[in-house]
């Protein structure tokens, strides 16, 4: 490890690091085109926990504790079951772009986005829509016309999903409920400034957005105002709240490019920062 203005590198030479989740005492993360996800816990050991040939995103758990996994290339969330991944849902009916980021709330219920477009070969941006998967693996449309669906955040009483619309420039927000069903849409905060990708959320009621084409992880107030902001190399791609008190930002970095480009360059990062005020809600 190496110090950088209270800045902690834990990792490097990863592809593209994606999706950090605190989780049972350690820190969780997807990368992306080595296809594996890794476990650190406090000794500092980097531990592939799966092996995900499609391509891992989002991740995480049931309240039984087996993991859920996104598998972008397939359009499925898996689920780890006897230390074995199986299909928990096929998404393929919903979209015919990646998927990505996740969020699963108490319940076992994961709200999954997807890209919506072929990003990565230039196609014209267009809508696309946010889909739940019920514990069970059943699956549905719960929102739609969201321009790049990433990173989710659920509030701490269960009452709010807030999403970032990477394309829209903007964190949209909706209310949760009982079943699952999203409603009361509205802008929670207008980001024109940044694409927002990975959030976390703080138990004051901010958002840490990663920010890629600003370099930063801002913490955004809903109405938009940014209270700070942590300046990286590279783009910054995600981040979470962890530690035994939730307060130290983990934010992953690296470069949005194809495969072998990300793989010969290995430029992605794993950073922690301690901050004020401790993670709040999920994932």
Request: net charge negative; hydrophobic share 40%; charged share 25%.
């Amino acid at each position: 490890m190496k110090n950088d203005n209270d800045t902690i590198l834990i990792a490097e030479g990863l592809a593209f690091p994606e999706a950090p989740r605190w989780h049972d005492g350690a820190l969780w993360f997807s990368d992306f085109y080595t296809h594996k996800v890794h476990r650190i816990a406090d000794d500092g050991v980097l531990e592939t926990v799966a092996e995900v040939p499609g391509q891992p995103s989002g991740l995480g758990w049931l309240p039984d504790g087996r993991l859920l996994v996104v598998s972008m290339e397939e359009r499925r969330v898996l689920r780890m079951e006897d230390g074995q991944l199986v299909t928990h849902a096929k998404l393929d009916a919903f979209t015919s772009a990646l998927c990505n980021d996740m969020v699963v709330d108490r319940r076992g219920r994961a709200y999954v986005g997807n890209f919506g477009f072929d990003m990565l070969n230039r196609e014209a941006p267009r809508p696309t829509v946010l889909v739940m998967v019920e514990p069970d693996g059943r699956a549905r449309v719960v929102a739609d016309n969201l321009l790049f669906p990433n990173g989710c955040v659920i509030t701490p009483d269960g009452s709010t999903l807030i999403v970032a619309e990477t394309f829209g420039k903007r964190l949209t927000a909706f209310d949760i409920a009982p079943d699952g069903t999203l409603g009361g849409r509205r802008q929670w905060a207008d980001l024109s400034e940044a694409s927002p990708d990975g959030i976390c959320l703080d138990n004051e009621g901010a958002v840490w957005v990663a920010s890629p084409p600003t370099s930063e992880f801002l913490r955004v107030h809903e109405g938009g105002q940014v209270s700070e902001r942590i300046a990286v190399e590279g783009q910054a791609i995600a981040c979470a709240l962890g530690g035994a008190d939730r307060r130290t930002l983990y934010m992953v970095t690296g470069k949005v490019s194809k495969a072998p480009r990300a793989l010969a360059e290995r430029n992605g990062r794993l950073l922690a920062r301690r901050v004020e005020c401790s993670g709040a809600g999920l994932p």
